[in-house]
């Protein structure tokens, strides 16, 4: 057999089927375009839901792509067998209502056999037990033996698998699978071995799949518009098909890391012991999570983040498992990068990046198992102290929960020392978890959105967008949406979501909000307070202001176009502003985010550390002298290649058709972008950055403003410094020096206060002394302090203290209206039972209010001055009564 190298493989697939007039169509990011109902990307279908449900715009029939997969499901799996993976690569061909069974079958065959040059007696094939055409094409048009087709039922050949009664529902249908006998001598060594056994010995290459039913609410399987084909070619699996070896994990695009994580632990790469288990892990969870953050998602606590979090934590651990104590992934993403570039050049391009959140990651990693050490530590000595050998599910799961400390590793320190965990107490409160996690999560993996916006896509295609030329337009109304239905007509007073044909309004997306406006007919009016985008289709969403709207009408279409100017100005400033990050500050500054409103722009991007303030003035400089320059700013269509070869910036994560918009600022910057701007950079007005903070690890934010909004803002700051100059009595150049003399006063005479104070609170401790009652050797003071703070209070207590061995002080004061009151007990009296915060309690109770605190010193408040006295006699006798009781219960 030929032996093939991965990339070569991916090339041929999507060259053959480009030969069979199919569309070489881009991958889909792993963050599912356009499915909010889908946590990743976990087939080559995804993209193409709608096409499949005949509700799709592409304009061709017949697409092949290899998409980038991550799939969860089998993640402890992996490492253990040779071909599971959480992230891997899915050759398909899919037919849109064009051709069906016959050609997927033929073709496939002629891939397999002709291209790859797979001897036929290796392949065996597989059909859904019913499905008697694709049995005898197999049979009569390519001539496999009866007995290497096998007729399997749903569980095996349906996609999804078991969706007749399972679901989910969403495009399904029978399919036909592909394997590739290993031989007898891998796996069982039956003679009567099959596809179906799970020995091994045959490889499941490529799904068939015919996409031809529509599952429902109760499993009823409706007939789709078109038939459909939707095939899956595992390209890993091909690979060590082709590269005759043992694993997935043994091809040229892993073996390298292998190598590497060989060279990183001193360890062997066996291939079969425990070590080769971990090792298999890392790379692959390694592997999914550069391509998770170079489409964009970064490691967090939520949805997507989480899971990249607890990908990236288990390489961790696993590598902690394999001995290597320090940071280690980081080290090798750039061996990821090098043998993914060829298809993935982004990969290449962002690896310092990846690398750097991969490391930081690592190291917050290092820090979170320390700290769990240090808990269980503090467990297993509470267990030792109530002589206990078990700890409880609760705590275990506290550990793993909010320390994010692995249970295998809790399971392994309490075992070293002794001790044992309550299993099933966490499996138990992880479950309750995840049923909480699921219940309050939106993601579903419904394999398809319902709702009214699926039936509007029955009757319309989407909207046209006519606003990068025009701020108003006529348009008909497709349909309105109320809450959750869709209605004929709405009267004013009714909130509304508009539908229209066409129109001048931007839908919130790339970072730009939504327009404002209004939709008039004949004196009815609709107030639009936001846009948003759904797939092809632009909401309108606002209120029937005047008269009624009605579907099917045709009215007039009107942006607040001051609003957008100023949306404009914002958004080609943060071209600008990208630009101009990435010189000063280097290029791995790329946007991770942003926000472009009407009144400011928020610009999150990659880097590691805050911004000096000579940095931020001159990234200032730089972007308004590209505005003073006043180039024009030219927005076209054009081929991607052609403007990935004019340097235009791609965003992370984001995906791109053959055709894009490229947005050029004179010759400064190009960027990919689908957001509306100025014609000429003059047009920004003045550039000003707000402020710069840290949104997450590697992730940096500036806030900034343009025009109008930037002058008024500068005013504002004039109009305060007048004013502060009006208070102080002073003039613009003296208000520093003033100031400063006006602190360096007050601090003065802070000090001579302070100075008058200490010599009082001295006479009254002399005096409070002298005074003082005694109860069995205890000195009693319960006093008034006129017009003085709790500090105050505070400090007498203290010196108080140090006048006499056994001591109990109340102090009290009354300002502005409050009783402060303060207790303060010598270490004896603690020891014999009293308790400060308890008695000031008590006596705060005279005073109409309460407190609490330490044993030895606590603080309470009340609200009648009036009743202080009452209350400092009340404390005298309070702790005299106590002190006696104290006395007999330490004598006795
Ligand atoms: N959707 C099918 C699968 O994921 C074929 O592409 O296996």
């Known amino acids: 057999m030929l032996v093939m190298k991965t990339n070569e493989i991916r090339n041929k697939f999507l060259k053959f089927f480009e030969k069979k007039s199919h569309v070489i169509w881009p991958s889909d990011s792993l963050v599912p375009q356009n499915d909010p109902t889908l946590l990743f990307t976990g087939a080559g279908m995804n993209q193409f839901k709608d096409m499949f449900l005949g509700k799709g715009n592409l304009d061709f029939k017949k697409a092949t792509t290899c998409q980038k997969c991550l799939r969860t499901g089998d993640i402890d799996n992996v490492g253990k067998t040779a071909s599971h993976h959480t992230f891997f690569e899915m050759l398909g061909n899919f037919s849109f209502g064009d051709y069906f069974k016959t050609e997927t079958i033929e073709w496939a065959w002629e891939f397999l056999t002709q291209e790859l040059k797979i001897p036929e007696e290796r392949l065996r094939v597989s059909v859904y037990k019913d499905d008697q055409e694709s049995y005898e094409i197999w049979g009569k048009n390519i001539g496999v033996p009866p007995s290497k087709i096998y007729r399997y039922g749903e569980k095996d050949n349906f996609w999804p698998a078991n969706a007749p009664l399972l679901g989910p529902n969403g495009p399904c249908g029978p399919c036909s699978e592909i394997f590739f006998d290993q031989g007898e001598k891998v796996g069982c060594g039956r003679k009567e071995c099959e596809p179906a056994c799970d020995c091994g010995r045959f490889v499941e290459i490529w799904n068939l799949v015919f996409t031809q039913y529509n599952r429902t609410e109760g499993g009823k399987l409706v007939p789709l518009p078109n038939r459909n084909v939707d095939t899956g070619m595992g390209l890993e699996r091909m690979a060590r098909v082709m590269q005759g070896v043992q694993t997935n994990f043994d091809i040229d695009i892993f073996s390298p890391i292998i190598k590497s994580l060989e060279e990183i632990t001193q360890i062997k790469y066996s291939g079969k012991d425990g070590h080769a288990i971990l090792m298999r892990r890392i790379a692959d969870h390694l592997k999914a999570c550069v391509f998770c953050i170079s489409d964009g998602v970064l490691p967090g606590n939520e949805g997507r983040s989480y899971v990249e979090r607890r990908l990236l934590r288990r390489a961790i651990r696993d590598g902690t498992q394999l001995g290597v104590k320090d940071c280690f992934l980081y080290k090798l993403v750039p061996i990821v990068s090098n043998v993914m570039q060829e298809y993935y050049p982004d990969i290449k391009q962002r690896r310092e990046n990846i690398a750097r959140i991969v ?332 402020g710069e903070s840290s949104v997450a690890a590697g992730i940096r934010r500036i806030e900034a403003m343009t025009g109008m909004a930037a002058l008024n803002r500068d005013r504002d700051k004039e109009r305060l410094i007048n004013e502060m100059c009006n208070v102080l009595n002073t003039n613009e150049d003296k208000l520093i020096p003033k100031t400063q003399d006006l602190l360096s006063e007050l601090k003065n005479l802070q000090k001579e206060v302070h100075k008058v104070k200490q010599k009082e609170i001295s006479g009254k401790v002399d005096s409070f002394i002298e005074h003082a009652k005694e109860v069995s050797g205890v000195k009693i003071i319960a006093r008034k302090l006129d017009e003085a703070t709790a500090d105050d209070l505070r400090k007498t207590a203290d010196m108080l203290m140090k006048s006499a061995k056994e001591m109990a002080i109340i102090l009290g004061a009354a300002q502005n209206g409050r009783v402060t009151i303060i207790a303060a007990l010598s270490p004896n009296l603690v020891k014999c039972g009293l308790h400060a915060g308890n008695l000031s309690k008590e006596i705060a109770k005279v005073v109409g209010g309460g407190g609490g605190g330490r044993p030895e010193m606590a603080q309470a408040g009340g609200q009648w001055p009036e009743k202080l006295d009452e209350a400092l006699s009340f404390a005298t006798e309070l702790l005299s009564k106590k002190i006696r009781e104290g006395a007999l219960l330490s004598s006795g």
């Open 359 to 690: 490391k930081s990651e690592e190291e917050k990693f290092h820090e979170t198992l320390e700290l769990g050490t240090a808990r269980l530590k503090e467990l297993m000595d509470v267990l030792q102290r109530n002589k206990q050998k078990v700890l409880s599910g609760q705590e275990a799961f506290k550990l793993y929960d909010t320390y994010g400390f692995p249970m295998d590793m809790t399971e392994l320190i309490l075992e070293e020392k002794g001790f044992a965990v309550d299993k099933d107490g966490f499996e138990n409160e992880l479950k309750k978890q995840r049923l909480q996690a699921r219940t309050s999560s939106q993601m579903t993996g419904q394999v398809f959105d319902t709702g009214p916006l699926s039936r509007i896509k029955d009757i319309s295609k989407g909207t046209e967008f006519l606003g990068y030329q025009e701020d108003a337009c006529e348009a008909k109304v497709i349909a309105l949406i109320q809450g959750d239905t869709l209605v004929e007509a709405a009267v004013a007073g009714g909130e509304i979501t508009v539908i229209l044909d066409r129109t001048p309004f931007y839908g919130e997306s790339g970072g730009q909000i939504g327009d404002t406006g209004v939709l008039e007919s004949n004196g009815n009016q609709v107030r639009i307070t936001d846009t948003k985008k759904n797939n092809d289709f632009i909401l309108h969403v606002g209120k029937v202001t005047k008269g009624e709207i009605k579907t099917g009408e045709v009215i007039r279409a009107k942006i607040d176009i001051q609003r957008r100017n100023s949306i404009r100005r914002n958004h080609s400033a943060t071209h600008v502003l990208h630009y101009v990050l990435r010189k000063v500050i280097g290029q791995h500054a790329e946007q991770s985010g942003s926000l472009v409103a009407p009144d400011r722009l928020r610009f999150d991007f990659h880097h590691f550390s805050g911004l000096t303030q000579e940095e931020i003035t001159r990234i200032e400089d730089m972007a308004n002298e590209i505005i003073l320059t006043n180039v024009p700013v030219v927005v076209k269509e054009l081929p991607i290649q052609e403007a990935r070869n004019a340097g235009a910036m791609a965003l992370f994560g984001e995906k791109y058709g053959e055709l894009v918009r490229m947005a050029a600022i004179g010759d400064f910057s190009k960027e990919l972008c689908g957001g509306t701007h100025v014609h000429y950079s003059g047009e920004i007005g003045l550039f000003r950055i707000i």
